[in-house]
């Protein structure tokens, strides 16, 4: 009923099954590939099964997508906009099943799920606005007389959008819908751990008014499919959030692919760290480092990765750390009580494990979270702290709740910054700092996307503060900012000799 309380609806969700596939031409297919779905907390529960798209499948959901583009570019803006933002409202009214799937699809907590869904909406209504405001009209471009110009705005064609697991709601919908409201059809390829989630969000797209040919969904099982869809001549863009080194295969697929040369815009890793100098709060850096670095089990491209502190203030961090570290609880995403969900999977979890292990021969150990008989059933990975030497350790990003901390001296500021920016990552920066001289020194000569001052340094907000990084980090633009769309449009100049016209209607105004 409308007044259940959204907890006991959520825990309605919980006991559901989901099984989903492909959906083409706004039709959920099966297939005869097909696989269960495990909750990543309680890996024995399974909690649906998921239909694998097959090669007949993507060819079909390419060339409907194609076929459709025309009509969908030449939907008014406004129109487009409409339906995004009816989508908006549905994923608000479907709050608690999308909040019960981040639960046992992608193991988030609640605080981490109604976050997603709400980032989600954002996208949404941002990029509805954002295509009204650059789609819907032409730009006049004033120039000699006896001939009129103007510049437009439309889609390229059919845009690939390859999403990660970790934002499963919020990056997917994020790219999906900044395609759409472009002017392209898209096709949308998640994360294969994530398939149910991409899936529910395609089908209440569907019933906000997207039709079915302009959006097809096609989960894939492995990389193949990937490079396949990539490699085909009628993709006119991809959209990509994911690691580097995939990034790299993507550029060289579509450098080595027949067919037009088209954009890539890619959302990648970083090294993440935080420079605090001894003007620094240290309760509030504390918090700003736990939130920054275990939240999300630190399964956040912006999440804190290395945290520098300068060594006057350095013994007092670490053991307000330590305290702050004993009390996380690691458990059930679902309970309120849970500050720290599973990671996505047996092989994340596996890799981080083998890092925290090498750590533990290679660098002290500060603090480790301890793990339960409640944590056994799931892919768990504690919370853990390091002391490391130089950042040149880390030979790549770790994707989860590992922290790595370096004291240095006030005199050695440059060599930090020189050193961060040595790994050609540059995605955020936290500065702790009650000098302002300092913080501004940091923040200018960093290189990072998105720098923050004196608080933690994720969950940027969608049109507030534009997200994406620099170098090894990504393309840009910036998601959730005003110069996204752009990068998915193509732009038509149109000259007209008026002169021509004008000679025309004379000669018949004459008769
Ligand atoms: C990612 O983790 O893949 O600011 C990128 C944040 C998020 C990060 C998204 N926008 O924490």
Redesign the pocket.
């Known amino acids: 009923s409308i007044n259940q309380p959204f907890e006991e609806k959520v825990q309605s969700f919980l006991c559901k099954q989901w099984t989903k596939g492909p959906i083409v031409d706004g039709k959920l297919l099966e297939t005869d590939d097909i696989s269960d779905i495990n909750n990543p907390f309680q890996t024995s529960d399974v909690i649906g099964q998921i239909h694998w798209s097959d090669d007949e499948i993507i060819q079909q959901a390419i060339a409907s997508a194609r076929d459709f583009f025309p009509e969908w570019n030449n939907t008014p803006a406004g129109n487009r906009a409409r339906a995004l933002e009816k989508l908006a409202d549905l994923l608000e009214d479907n709050r608690e099943e999308l909040v019960a799937l981040c639960h046992k699809e992608a193991g988030k907590t609640i605080h981490d799920a109604i976050d997603e869904i709400r980032e989600a909406v954002d996208f949404c209504r941002y990029y509805a606005i954002q295509a009204r405001e650059k789609f819907s009209d032409v730009m006049v471009m004033p120039g000699p007389t006896g001939e009129s110009n103007e510049l437009r705005l439309c889609g390229r064609g059919v845009f690939l959008c390859i999403s ?1 697991w ?2 499963p709601l919020a ?1 997917f919908l994020g790219q999906v819908t900044a395609a759409l409201a472009a002017g392209n059809t898209a096709i949308a390829k998640p994360a294969e751990q994530t398939s149910l989630i991409a899936a529910r969000a395609i089908e209440l797209m569907l019933e906000a008014g997207v039709p079915g040919q302009a959006i097809q969904l096609l989960p894939c099982e492995g990389s193949k499919a990937g490079s396949a869809l990539v490699s085909h001549p009628d993709i006119a863009g991809v959209a990509f ?1 994911g690691s580097t080194e995939t990034a790299r295969l993507i550029n060289q697929t579509l450098a080595n692919r027949s067919g037009p040369i088209i954009p890539l815009i890619a ?1 990648t890793g970083g090294q993440n760290a935080m420079i605090v100098d001894s003007t620094a709060l240290p309760e509030q850096v504390v918090n700003d480092v736990v939130k920054s670095a275990f939240g999300s089990a630190g399964q ?3 999440a804190l990765r290395v945290l520098y502190v300068q060594e006057d203030i350095a013994d007092r961090i670490i053991e307000l750390l330590q305290g702050a570290m004993k009390e996380l609880v690691l458990g059930d995403p679902s309970q309120h009580s849970t500050d720290i969900g599973p990671v996505i999977d047996e092989r994340a979890r596996k890799g981080l494990m083998a890092h925290i292990r090498r750590m533990k021969k290679d660098a002290t150990l500060v603090a480790e979270c301890s793990l339960t008989s409640q944590t056994d059933m799931g892919h768990f990975v504690p919370p853990t702290a390091f002391e490391i030497r130089t950042i040149g350790q880390l030979e790549k990003e770790h994707f989860g709740p590992i922290l790595h901390i370096i004291r240095y001296k006030a005199k050695e500021l440059d060599k930090v910054i020189e050193e961060i920016n040595s790994t050609g990552f540059g995605l955020t920066l936290g500065v702790h700092s009650r000098n302002e001289v300092t913080s501004t020194r940091i923040q200018q000569s960093v290189h990072a996307g ?1 720098a923050y001052i004196n608080r933690n340094q ?3 907000v969608v049109g507030v503060q534009p ?1 994406g990084g620099q170098g090894l980090s990504g393309t840009g633009p910036k998601a959730g900012g005003p110069h996204y769309l752009y990068r998915f449009a193509t732009e038509k100049t149109l000259t007209v000799n008026t002169t021509a016209v004008g000679g025309n209607a004379t000669l018949l105004s004459l008769g």
């Open positions: 990660p970790n934002f990056i959030t959302e956040r491209c912006s998105n994720i969950g940027a997200f």
